[in-house]
């Protein structure tokens, strides 16, 4: 989109306004960075009262200022920021370079990119995109509208639902880390399971999704993984759970729905987080181990927030304290020595 009047982006989000109807809008921006010309939103009321913005979207009206009434600015910037920047689709169809099986099926109006290798029996839903350098494998399902972006790698009976979006270098399927130690040596346990994913599910770059041994390694509808996140065999992950980059899953790990999970976070074999559990970044779940619904944990190993804090807070008199047994002991060394003068 090239540009929008206040009024016509008033009656786009349903949402009434104040000001400058007519004023044009050719874009969006950050409040301390917009133009008379851009839209922004007021995240920050400091900052969103000294912006230039020609137009903000916002729960409170400014002085003087063209505003937009909505109840959640950042949620209605980020549909109005797919307004002006909308996603180029590629050309439906599937691209001479692509190697796809006889039997698989691609839907009405997919698209398959250079170079990418669909393998017998898959489906591809209707109007997904695969990008290019993708590898789908053997009886892997992708509903409708999904999007995988180059060098994606679906591993064979992978079952992904609708709307998915899959990040550059996503791996899902590959085999879980089983092994038992037999005669000495590592035998590997075979990983016949798979992996299913619920609809608007999204995966970013170069994370992984391990198959199940038995069974079935699973992520819930709506839930978001950043980058570089690991989910080990047989975990079971919710409905709209967030996860932040760098943050791995041991093998069996369960997790609740809208938990979330902050970054390079570690969590043990069958450890589980409760339902809007709030995991801290750099925490340590050991295994087996329980995250209460609804409560907030930090450190590791991992434990809730207020008592967290406290021991930071104890740690932090440390120096002070030194000092303090310090001159104890040299009080106690000169009463010791007192006494001895005495007793001669």
């Not at 609804?294 to 190993?301: N, S």
């Amino acid at each position: 989109m090239k540009s929008t009047t206040v009024r016509e982006l008033a009656a786009w989000l349903g949402a009434p306004f104040t000001g400058e109807g007519e004023r044009v809008l050719q874009g969006v921006a950050a409040a301390d960075a917009a133009s008379e010309h851009e839209v922004s939103f007021a995240g920050n009321e400091k900052v969103a009262a000294g912006s230039r913005a020609g137009c903000l979207l916002a729960a409170v009206d400014f002085d003087g200022r063209t505003v937009i009434r909505v109840s959640d600015p950042r949620a209605a910037f980020a549909r109005v920021v797919a307004r002006f920047h909308p996603v180029e689709r590629p050309q439906s169809g599937v691209h001479p370079t692509a190697v796809v099986d006889a039997n698989a099926v691609i839907g009405d109006g997919a698209s398959v990119g250079p170079h990418v290798v669909v393998g017998t029996g898959s489906r591809i839903g209707a109007r997904v995109v695969v990008s290019a350098g993708c590898v789908i494998g053997r009886d892997v399902t992708i509903g409708e509208d999904g999007w995988l972006h180059p060098r994606v790698t679906i591993y064979d009976g992978t079952m992904i639902g609708a709307r998915v979006i899959l990040h550059a270098g996503c791996i899902l399927g590959a085999d879980g880390f089983g092994f038992a130690m037999t005669g000495g040596k590592w035998e590997k346990f075979p990983q016949v399971g798979r992996v299913e994913l619920g609809d608007d599910v999204e995966i970013g770059a170069n994370s992984c999704v391990d198959r199940a041994a038995l069974g079935v390694t699973q992520i819930g509808g709506g839930t978001k993984l950043d980058n570089m996140v690991h989910v080990g065999h047989n975990c079971v992950i919710g409905k709209h759970v967030v996860v932040a980059a760098q943050t791995g899953f041991s093998g069996g790990v369960t997790i609740g729905d809208y938990a979330v999970v902050g970054g390079q976070v570690g969590v043990g074999d069958k450890a589980r987080i409760e339902s809007k559990a709030v995991v801290g970044s750099g925490a340590g779940i050991l295994t087996s181990k329980i995250v209460r619904a609804g409560e907030p944990v930090w450190g590791t190993p991992a434990r809730p927030l207020r008592e967290y804090l406290e021991t930071l807070a104890a740690g932090a008199q440390t120096p002070k304290m030194r000092t303090q047994v310090k001159g104890l002991l040299a009080r106690v060394a000169a009463l010791e020595a007192a006494l001895e003068k005495e007793r001669a």
